[in-house]
């Protein structure tokens, strides 16, 4: 079945660093690619998504490519915040569109 | 107006008890889930229900067992709980197929088993 790698946590960076949390995925078929975000205490809440290769996702300085070729939808963000602490979860859709598949979420911690 | 709403928030339960988690959503999405987090953040599916149906039924034990008296709830019944139960339960909702829109996830139930 479809499935999702993420580059291990914690990532721990300074105020205004540059940010990349790196996805891969195996799929058959053409899968949509999507980010989440998790805050202390709180439900996952959708970041950015992309449906089909090439597609750039973007969302609050956030963003992530569709790389067929790399099987690849790597998160970045050019300037990180203390408040973008958080879980952060790649995923796919399944072949048959009734549920999404996570990654084991990358915790990023900034200082300030 | 809170989109995907699930009580409680917390539970704590000794082992061996029988217990509830709630879940109502006012998106009007047609399909339901629940997923467990465990304590290494990990999200693993349980259910899903579209349209009062079950359709995802994932290797659970049959301890658990939801029901969805209608489209706009989705509830999930534990029996026995075990020291092993405890984790975060997460309730999320979509529309059409999840590759277009993906999920509403509701902020989650912790459920401590003492």
Not at chain 1, 86 to 110: E, H, P, Q, W
Not at chain 2, 36 to 48: G, N
Request: aromatic fraction near 12%.
């Amino acid at each position: 079945g479809n499935s999702v790698t993420q580059m291990e946590g914690p990532v721990t960076l300074s105020e205004e660093a540059f940010l990349t949390i790196n996805c891969t995925y195996t799929a058959t078929g053409y899968p949509s690619l999507f980010w989440y975000v998790q805050y202390p205490g709180e439900g996952l809440q959708l970041l950015l998504k992309a449906t089909k290769a090439d597609d750039k996702g973007s969302n609050k300085g956030f963003e992530a490519t569709y790389r067929k070729e790399t099987t690849s939808f790597h998160l970045e963000k050019g300037s990180v915040q203390v408040s973008d602490s958080a879980v952060y979860f790649c995923a796919l859709s399944d072949n048959n569109g009734n549920k999404l598949v996570f990654g084991a979420g990358t915790i990023l911690r900034v200082k300030s | 107006d809170t989109a995907v709403s699930q009580t409680p928030k917390y539970l704590v339960t000794q082992m061996g008890n029988d217990k509830s988690i709630k879940c109502e959503q006012n998106l009007g999405h047609d399909t339901m889930y629940w997923y467990k987090q465990d304590s290494k953040k990990f999200l693993k599916i349980m259910f899903s229900y579209n349209n009062k149906e079950l359709i995802i039924n994932e290797t659970v034990p049959n301890r658990f067992s939801p029901k969805s008296p209608d489209k706009a709830h989705l509830n999930l019944h534990i029996n026995s709980l075990e020291l092993g139960d405890s984790a975060v339960y997460f309730c999320a909702s979509s529309q059409g197929g999840v590759q277009f829109y993906g999920y509403t996830f509701g902020s989650g139930t912790r459920l401590t088993v003492v």
